[in-house]
């Protein structure tokens, strides 16, 4: 695919024209071997020997060699790694060369200043340097072809979660990130000076998407949401992307756990399609979503890991990290799978607007997604009616009246309905096995860290 | 298309079976006619006439329409407007229908309680109310299907831009929110109680979005940015949605006016194909975008407007809404075109990241573009230099360390680049002539409202 640049044109009245040159992007070089070619990009690595000198051209698709002889060789010696640079020479093929072909008889002319060395060589094939440098230095590490491939799969994977629940009807919404009351506890949220009043940052689209069910019946959101996480850990960060997606008239939890499902096989072939690259680069491979992802009840499951390890979590109203990292593992023995949900997880471990199990009033119509040992997701079915709201809040020794701007929506008829979050950077991070959620997120924000 | 929900299904160990029973949509009803259907949605109109009862159902495609005789008809008195009901019946042709189509024979049963009447009703032809109520009121005003179609337009707006800019080679992102310094001023910044320090709320992803140029060459993203808008007007707003991109590698500003106009003929096709019934709904017509949008200079518009009207707006650095008002006229007369680009604003009035015209280093690479009468983007060619940066801060009185993150990445190597910024419900009021922004925007935040 050429890029076609315009060059200068008339600033007169209208009626412009525009004359286009063309640029060779590195990946489409081999289909330009016999051809005069205009490259661009970053000057990713100099070699120089005694006759001859290569330069390597970094642009967003790939590596292109350039062959410098005689005096343009010396040329190089003002272009350090970094530097932006226009070649212009032939194409021609080269077994040698990345993607077979390089460029010969190049000019080469500097389209940016000379570029200070970054803080380490980002022409070394493995990764330069520690986390906490990396992060600190963003702006300049991401150009690393590792350190930008999460985010060539977010991306991708962000674009299947849409195509998936474009076709299925749903709507995307933009709702309030500024929130007058705490949207689930008043835990962990940031508070904001708004006008003189005292405001929040949303931690979740929760009742937005909700009350859009009554409008679209299907909605999803693709947004920022905020924790002021006071943990310093791998896995904990102020600000996350969520893929929210809620939905009405459903039967129960599992007509969720079936669209989530999809949009999960959604993401992964469109990183597939899209980031194949980036995949191979990170040297990972996609995990199937079967068609049916296995499902455990949380009882059946607290039996299962009493039975296996040496531990007895019966009782207990929520799963221990190393009884999801255990269920994770029995999920992929079992069942070659990836993916694992856990159903019917106790009522006074959800929310209050978790819809009960209508059997066993103790549990709930939710469910949680094991993900290479680690919860990706947690969804399921809300309560839809006015009385049980108010029913559930009381029973939690809550006053409804502090929740009236949320709960008047259910007065006006809503249907049956549920829906999940997925947490996009812990998904790419469980996908590409990164160690710190903050490999896999573009400019953390957490405790500590608030630039750049 | 029909909508499959599973029934209840085993929530025993991995391999549940689930029976799938159809939901019709009111829009596909006429596909069904001879069949038993089940339909469901929310009540949105009851007419009980003497033998006869008619009862409306609205889903998320349209209305259908149920006939009930006889005892059935008694039963809509205990389904007020906007009960969620399910209906199973016999499809039947009929002219008089909406769709040509009814449900006869039917069962009708709530799956809510009984809905509390709305503030206004929802099945008026026209809308129900003013501004303030239905903002109020938002959760139960959207369903009406005038008030929800300027959302309709803006999701498949959004859709369109994403397509556009995905085949273009561009990256979607998504950046930090909560930033350490305002981004491009200081005042009308949201400052957050950040663990214990100041931070505020992202103005616009204006910093994140050029370093990522340096990654990605051409990125996008659609996300909130932030205003503390002291203005109680009918066109600012606290949040908004914000369709950004940038991208490297240009010759100057008409690249980024190029693929500018290239996006909007992609968010204008996408409402065509996708919202066309939103469309038909508000009554208006979709502007073309032409394949080039007509350019104005900057100083040649202030003649025009010096000529043609009563005012001499030459030595001032910027357009005054009515002169724009004036011009966006003119380009319609004059070319047909609702949109009207006005390339070459003076510097003292544009950003310091602006970069400058060579030909006349007071004026700048910069456009705004019109569109019915109102700026919609603005966008230009930036500083890619190093040193460049540090003379623009140094010469409007700035201290260059006080930028020192924003600015480090320049001085590794940065490409000639340029971008814009589209505001979502700016672009969908001035399509749907909306009065007041708050009609375009989802529970819109301002000086005053903070909720719903």
Redesign the interface.
Known sequence: ?N?Y?????S??????Q?ELVS?VLAADLPRHVGEPVTI?G??HRRRQLKSVSFLIVR??TGMAQVVLTGPLAEALDDLPE???VQVDGLAVASAQAPCGAEITGATVTA???P??A?PFDLYRPGIPAGLATILDNA??A??HPLL?AP??L??AA??GF?GYL?LA?F???????????ATESGANV??????G?K?F?AQSPQF?KQ??V?????VYE???V?R?E?HDTARHL??Y?SLDAEFG????H??VM?ILTGALTGMTTAIEERASDAVTRLGITLPPVPA?I????FG?AQELITEHTGTDPRGEPDLAPAGERWLSGW?LR??GSAFLFV??YPAVKRPFYTHPDPRRPERTRSFDLLFNGLELVTGGQRL????DYLAALTARGENPDDYA?YL??F??????HGGFAIG?ERFIARLTKADNIRATT????D?HR???
Chains 1, 2 share one sequence.
């Open positions: 695919m890029q640049i315009p060059s200068t044109a600033t007169a009245l209208p009626g412009r525009q640029r661009a970053w000057v642009d967003r970094e530097t932006v389209l940016s200043g570029a200070v970054p702006g300049v991401l150009r930008r985010f060539e977010a991306a962000v674009a849409r474009d009807g709507t995307e919404i933009h709702t309030p990130k500024i929130v007058g009351t940031f508070g904001i000076d708004y006008f009043r405001a940052l937005y009350t859009m009554g409008v679209f019946e299907r693709v947004g920022p905020f002021a006071p102020a600000q992307t008239f459903i039967t129960d599992h007509d079936n049916a296995p499902e455990i009840d059946n999920a079992e069942y159903t019917g839809h009616r006015h009385d701007g008047d929506v007065a006006h008829g809503m249907p049956p996009l573009l400019f953390p924000r405790l608030l630039a750049p």
